[in-house]
């Protein structure tokens, strides 16, 4: 199985940063792409962006300007950067890795989540 996990949640006032990371380990033949998604209490989960292997990160608008997403490829590492916190900013929030693994003799594509990193905005 490929594991994936997040750290760096916290508390922090409005207008203050965070730091995410997020590694994804376990037999992984290559990564193709990673991703942050978030989601509030009563509401869907949602990107905030996504990290396609070679290319671009696509952010949603909502974090355009504020978060900031870099990897680091060999170490399956990927780091979203949040300034200027807002309150709606408040979710938990979940790292994805899609790709391809061994298993056994054979390769397979994986798409896994991690256990998901609380982040708490005050006003």
């Known amino acids: 199985q490929v594991q994936v996990v997040e750290s760096g949640g916290g508390l922090v006032q409005a207008g203050g940063s965070l730091r995410l990371s997020c590694t994804a380990s376990?037999?992984?033949?290559?990564?193709?792409?990673m991703g942050w998604y978030r989601q509030a209490p009563g509401e869907q989960r949602e990107l905030v962006v996504t990290?396609?292997?070679?290319?671009?990160?696509q952010y949603s608008d909502s974090v355009k300007g504020r978060f900031t997403s870099s990897r680091d490829n060999a170490k399956n590492t990927v780091y979203l950067q949040m300034n200027s916190l807002k309150p709606e900013d408040t979710a938990v929030y979940y790292c994805?890795?899609?790709?391809?693994?061994?298993?056994?003799?054979?390769?397979?594509?994986?798409?896994?989540w991690g256990q998901g990193t609380q982040v708490t905005v005050s006003s």
């Open positions: 994805n890795a899609k790709g391809v693994r061994r298993r056994g003799l054979r390769d397979s594509s994986f798409d896994s």
């Open positions: 376990g037999n992984i033949v290559s990564l193709n792409s």
């Open positions: 990290m396609p292997n070679g290319g671009s990160p």
